[in-house]
């Protein structure tokens, strides 16, 4: 089912002190956020400077939040567009955001749980004036506070060569082209992937100065979930039609530990992890096929302070 923004009852909570000036606005960002009290400053801090001078147009969607998300990016962005609905998901909320954009200029999407600089969205909105249908980054894991376990996956996982030619997720820009084709987004679960099936890959850039930094899940049974939640996307997808680019990863991986067979154990533990989550989906009920689980282990970090 496809949501229209026009379809939905939004309640704007500020609205922006006029549009970003044509000579310098560079882009629209859209930050979906849902009950993202806890890390929303450490996404919008870094991004103030921006807003303020009008080099991009900002447009935070609260979504289904029970918390003061949408407060928190008031006080922090005045001069963002921040939008509130009582329906969650995040495609629904990128459609409602789309209704602010400037729909001319570039369009980017950022989580609202990862840390980027300005000069990495600055970096996206080049690429995407030079020609790009998309522009996407490479993605780095901060695993501090990690177990021990969850360390072991995520070293493995960093040789998957889908990492190597950047992360198409959590970050990335469009072209209007490519929004005008794509939206409104379908109800999906793995909204990200759907964009990058849906894109042919000599049309994406990857922006070698741009670099984003994501919170690893914290423990092994948050990490579980959201790996059967990409895994129940990408299922989705490929019901769809959109079959998924091959890669070659676990040859590739292979190849990489076999460099270093004294770090084998982690590679073992990336593959049982990945089984076991595969093993889960196929016992999966078909009632809970669009269920999003979510990683709360992260969301009592440190918020940035404004």
């Keep these: 089912m496809i949501r229209s923004p026009q379809t939905v009852r939004v309640r704007p909570v500020v609205k922006t002190r006029g549009a970003c000036r044509a000579a310098s606005c560079r882009a629209t960002i859209i930050i979906p956020a849902h009950n993202e009290a806890a890390v929303i400053a450490r996404t919008l801090h870094p991004l103030r400077a921006l807003v303020h001078a009008e080099t991009v147009k900002l447009v935070v969607v609260a979504n289904g939040c029970s918390d003061d998300t949408a407060q928190i990016a008031v006080r922090l962005c005045p001069k963002a567009v921040v939008l509130e609905t009582a329906i969650p998901g995040k495609t629904h909320a990128l459609n409602l955001g789309l209704a602010h954009a400037q729909r001319d200029l570039p369009l980017i999407c950022i989580d609202a749980d990862l840390l980027v600089s300005p000069a990495s969205i600055l970096a996206l909105a080049l690429a995407i004036e030079a020609g790009a249908d998309a522009a996407i980054g490479r993605m780095e894991v901060d695993v501090v506070g990690a177990s021990a376990v969850v360390r072991a996956y995520q070293r493995a996982w960093a040789h998957n060569p889908y990492f190597a030619a950047g992360k198409f997720g959590g970050v990335f820009a469009l072209s209007p082209q490519a929004v005008d084709r794509l939206f409104p987004l379908p109800d999906v679960v793995g909204d990200d992937e759907f964009l990058r099936r849906s894109i042919p890959t000599e049309d994406v850039a990857l922006v070698a100065d741009c670099c ?95």
């Design 212 to 306: 984003f930094v994501a919170q690893s899940p914290r423990s092994l049974s948050s990490l579980f979930a959201t790996r059967k939640r990409a895994l129940r996307g990408a299922r989705q997808l490929g019901a769809m039609g959109l079959s998924t680019p091959r890669s070659g990863a676990l040859r590739a991986m292979l190849m990489a530990y076999a460099k270093r067979p004294w770090a084998l154990a982690e590679f073992f533990v990336f593959l049982a992890i990945s089984v076991a989550v595969r093993l889960s989906l196929a016992l999966e009920a078909k009632g809970r096929q669009t269920h999003w689980e979510r990683d709360l282990t992260t969301r009592s970090l440190p918020v940035v302070a404004p």
